[in-house]
């Protein structure tokens, strides 16, 4: 093979390697955004519930202000009715008793809801709490581990760019800015492999003559339609079976 194919070959191997790594690299960002918006989720779930003990609370000293309003209406009327000189006074007095009785027993079932629903609050702020503790330990895990990748993607981008310049050394001039000029029309995709008289980057069947010549991999050829240099690789030498005839015996 000619010694520039083989090295464009492998230049192309090389930049396509550093492209999908420079594509982790860029998606790096938003795998760390959704670890951002993760935490802020559980974090947000307790601040609710917090927030909505916190509204029970102050209903429920207001219903417990409203109580000790109606509880102390209720025993002056019963304190009263002990003063009570006529029936008709009498029944009055046992009608606002009566009322009053009515909106104590109120006032109490209202503070048992808000009493059952401050029990339902704490599981849920419980909950919330342990979720946002381990949230906050895989999310930890997760932000170490693509620190950790960057690091790594970052060391072989650098490992990579040295053996790309160590590499161009040795590629001539012409060869080298052909294949740089082709990459960058082509999106980073300077070769194509020959196959079954294709290209096998735009799907355009070669001419004959052209097809042969690239089977040769003595020179740089370029795909008529796409302009990208071609390439063969040969399919791998077949072992012929042995030829040897199997022993037999003779009586």
Request: charged share 30%; proline share 3%.
């Amino acid at each position: 093979m000619h010694s520039d194919l083989q090295h464009l070959i492998t230049l192309q191997e090389l930049d396509s390697t550093a492209e999908r790594m420079r594509r982790r690299l860029a998606d790096l960002p938003a795998a760390q955004a959704l670890l951002d918006e993760r935490l802020s989720q559980l974090t947000s779930a307790v601040a609710e519930v917090k927030a909505r003990m916190g509204e029970s609370q102050t209903a429920r000293r207001e219903i417990e202000k409203d109580l000790a309003v109606v509880q102390g209406r209720l025993s002056k009327f019963k304190d009263q009715l002990m003063e009570v000189k006529t029936n008709k006074e009498y029944h009055a007095m046992q009608s606002e008793i009566s009322t009053a009785e009515e909106h104590v027993r109120r006032h109490e079932d209202r503070l048992l809801e808000r009493m059952e629903e401050a029990e339902t609050h704490a599981m849920e702020l419980k909950a919330a709490e342990a979720a946002l503790k381990s949230g906050q330990a895989e999310i930890e895990r997760d932000r170490k581990q693509l620190e950790s990748d960057r690091a790594a993607i970052e060391a072989d981008l650098t490992e990579t760019g040295k053996q790309r310049a160590a590499l161009t050394a040795g590629i001539s001039a012409p060869a080298l800015s052909l294949f740089e000029h082709v990459s960058k029309h082509r999106r980073g995709l300077a070769m194509s492999e020959a196959r079954d008289g294709l290209c096998t980057q735009c799907h355009v069947r070669l001419r004959p003559q052209v097809y042969n010549n690239v089977r040769r991999n003595d020179g740089l050829i370029q795909c008529e339609s796409c302009s990208r240099i071609l390439y063969f690789i040969p399919s791998p030498a077949v072992t012929p079976p042995s030829d040897q005839p199997s022993s037999s015996s003779v009586s």
